[in-house]
């Protein structure tokens, strides 16, 4: 699709960033801190304490029993680590599965994992309660893209504020597992889907090119936030239910959005309601105070019979990212990359629980690391390139996962390690979302991203089950991350370099855009690639949804 000039010179009259796109970026924003905050919740609220068998001899009359003393010790077996084993009742010689179990309430009084005894073989239920979850991101981010498109940005920003509220509150007071799963798939689709997406795309839609990364990075950081959140509510609550409707309580932030939020002016203009965008971007031009005045009937005379939803739409889709081999490889690829973030990211957050130490401390610095690697990525992104800076996070990401597994379990050195991979991880995490924009041609960058986004859902909702496997070693997951991080940020090396590039525009560009070019090429002199100076009108048509 051409680009709108009209559209361009009434958006060009805002700037890059002015107070009005900064006060509706801060109202975006704030749908990134409730879905970092609702993406982890269950970290806290459905989080397993040590435990150990019931003994009727010595529990049976309330008495509290340290895990290392020698009295448990002669009901308790050991394992080979040396550890009493959680699951394991010694009786004489035999040994038998616990029918029920003493939890260890220094951290949590309460959790969903304590009232239902998932632990021992039941664990898999409490992680199949995260990957529902993740399923419902993945459902929001392809169902709501979509609905976004056609009803609204700020419509689905709105509803799924007001869902995220009433789901979060009420999925407290669930009793029934079952029960409780179904709403957790309706809490993902609308809690860390529905607003962060759309808000995601409303700031990419008002601010200008060359504030696009920082406004991009900041969502990650406030996501980062809502991590952090989660920690620090938890440390303060302990019944798990008061604490989930806190969490839930959370989406009030975002109900006012209906009266003081904005529509995206572009989607309004694509959708032939020039009118509205007109009135939107005099206001805006009036709030930014940069002594423009905007002449209103100059543009509704330029619009005037012009029907911009008639305007021939481009018929290319996703099955065109397969149809060339050189895009074809590119888009296999990024999705590859997609994947292997969200895998480890998510990985490394829901494994705090299995750090030894003060549970609610090792999460807020799981979320706190993740701000070095932010302002490294934007004072860095435009100078290093982005192939370059995303193989080496990912790659630096992976040999910490696999140098973990090689230190002593649960050592300060092991843990330190561990949050240096999320550092280097969270990185390439929010740089990937910038690169693949500019890798694919307008006419299907939004399937791209979407396809992309679907990758990252998908590896979010095995990452819990492939937890599980612990179970057989406790180095097989943190293994399987690395592994993963170390292939895709090799491969990541053989993506062609954006920076400093125009965005390719057709399907043609795309195929030709970057071939020949891959890290090995250019880096040991075989081929030079032209650097063409930044194109400040980005070609592109509106971003309409990342996750479509």
């Known amino acids: 699709m051409a680009v709108d000039q009209t559209l361009e010179e009434m958006m060009g009259l805002l700037g890059d960033f002015g107070r009005y796109q900064g006060f509706q970026f801060f109202l975006h924003i704030?749908?990134?801190?409730?879905?970092?905050?609702?993406?982890?919740?269950?970290?806290?609220?459905?989080?397993?304490?040590?435990?150990?068998?019931?003994?009727?001899?010595?529990?049976?009359?309330?008495?509290?029993?340290?895990?290392?003393?020698?009295d448990v010790a002669q009901?308790?077996?050991?394992?080979?680590?040396?550890?009493?084993?959680?699951?394991?009742?010694?009786?004489?010689?035999?040994?038998?599965?616990?029918?029920?179990?003493?939890?260890?309430?220094?951290?949590?009084?309460?959790?969903?994992?304590?009232?239902?005894?998932?632990?021992?073989?039941?664990?898999?239920?409490?992680?199949?309660?995260?990957?529902?979850?993740?399923?419902?991101?993945?459902?929001g981010a392809v169902v709501l893209g979509g609905l976004a498109d056609k009803v609204g940005r700020k419509a689905v920003f709105c509803w799924s504020g007001a869902l995220q509220l009433i789901l979060g509150v009420g999925v407290a007071f669930i009793p029934e597992y079952y029960?409780?799963?179904?709403?957790?798939?309706?809490?993902?689709?609308?809690?860390?889907?529905?607003?962060?997406?759309?808000?995601?795309?409303?700031?990419?839609?008002?601010?200008?090119?060359s504030k696009r990364t920082v406004c991009g990075i900041a969502f990650q950081a406030t996501f980062a936030a809502g991590i952090m959140l989660v920690a620090a509510w938890g440390a303060l609550i302990k019944d798990h239910v008061l604490l989930q409707v806190v969490y839930g309580l959370h989406g009030c932030l975002l109900i006012a959005h209906w009266w003081v939020m904005d529509e995206s002016p572009r989607w309004l203009w694509m959708q032939g309601r020039t009118r509205e965008a007109i009135d939107i971007v005099a206001k805006a031009v009036r709030m930014n105070g940069r002594g423009i005045s905007m002449d209103k009937?100059?543009?509704?005379?330029?619009?005037?019979?012009?029907?911009?939803?008639?305007?021939?739409?481009?018929?290319?889709?996703?099955?065109?990212?397969?149809?060339?081999?050189?895009?074809?490889?590119?888009?296999?690829?990024?999705?590859?990359?997609?994947?292997?973030?969200?895998?480890?990211?998510?990985?490394?957050?829901?494994?705090?629980?299995?750090?030894?130490?003060?549970?609610?401390?090792?999460?807020?610095?799981?979320?706190?690391?993740?701000?070095?690697?932010?302002?490294?990525?934007?004072?860095?992104?435009?100078?290093?390139?982005?192939?370059?800076?995303?193989?080496?996070?990912m790659l630096a990401g992976g040999l910490c996962c696999i140098a973990a597994t090689q230190?002593?379990?649960?050592?300060?050195?092991?843990?330190?390690?561990?949050?240096?991979?999320?550092?280097?991880?969270?990185?390439?995490?929010?740089?990937?979302?910038?690169?693949?924009?500019?890798?694919?041609?307008?006419?299907?960058?939004?399937?791209?991203?979407?396809?992309?986004?679907?990758?990252?859902?998908?590896?979010?909702?095995?990452?819990?089950?492939?937890?599980?496997?612990?179970?057989?070693?406790?180095?097989?997951?943190?293994?399987?991350?690395?592994?993963?991080a170390l292939l895709s940020g090799f491969w990541t090396l053989f993506l062609p370099e954006t920076m400093n590039q125009p965005m390719p525009q057709s399907i043609q560009d795309g195929e030709t855009f970057g071939k020949g070019d891959t890290f090995f090429t250019t880096f040991l002199g075989r081929k030079k690639r032209d650097v063409v100076q930044p194109v400040h009108m980005e070609q592109m048509v509106p971003l309409q949804n990342n996750d479509k």
Not at 51 to 66: A, I, K, M, S, W
Not at 339 to 367: D, E, R, W
Request: hydrophobic share 45%; net charge neutral.
């Open 75 to 139: 009901y308790i077996p050991m394992k080979a680590s040396g550890e009493l084993d959680s699951c394991r009742l010694l009786d004489g010689n035999e040994t038998s599965s616990c029918s029920s179990y003493v939890y260890d309430h220094t951290y949590y009084e309460t959790s969903k994992t304590v009232d239902w005894n998932f632990v021992c073989n039941k664990r898999w239920m409490a992680s199949i309660a995260q990957t529902v979850y993740m399923f419902g991101v993945f459902t």
């Open 297 to 393: 009937e100059y543009f509704e005379r330029k619009t005037k019979g012009t029907k911009v939803q008639d305007e021939p739409q481009s018929s290319a889709g996703v099955l065109d990212l397969f149809k060339t081999p050189n895009l074809r490889m590119k888009t296999i690829n990024v999705c590859v990359n997609w994947f292997s973030n969200s895998l480890v990211y998510y990985g490394l957050s829901l494994s705090t629980g299995k750090l030894y130490g003060n549970p609610f401390l090792i999460l807020f610095i799981m979320g706190l690391v993740e701000y070095p690697s932010y302002i490294v990525v934007v004072l860095l992104l435009d100078k290093m390139g982005r192939r370059f800076l995303t193989s080496f996070l």
């Open 30 to 70: 704030l749908s990134a801190l409730t879905a970092g905050l609702h993406m982890l919740s269950l970290v806290t609220v459905m989080a397993t304490p040590e435990h150990r068998c019931y003994v009727e001899q010595l529990d049976g009359n309330g008495t509290y029993f340290p895990w290392n003393s020698s």
């Open 407 to 484: 230190m002593d379990h649960g050592s300060n050195t092991a843990t330190g390690i561990v949050m240096m991979g999320k550092l280097f991880i969270a990185g390439s995490f929010a740089i990937i979302y910038n690169y693949s924009a500019e890798l694919f041609p307008t006419v299907v960058r939004n399937s791209a991203m979407g396809l992309g986004s679907m990758a990252a859902r998908l590896s979010g909702a095995l990452t819990p089950l492939i937890t599980l496997l612990d179970s057989f070693d406790p180095t097989v997951p943190a293994i399987i991350f690395g592994v993963v």
């Open 179 to 209: 029960s409780f799963l179904v709403v957790r798939f309706f809490y993902g689709i609308f809690g860390s889907a529905g607003s962060y997406i759309t808000g995601f795309v409303l700031t990419m839609e008002l601010v200008g090119p």
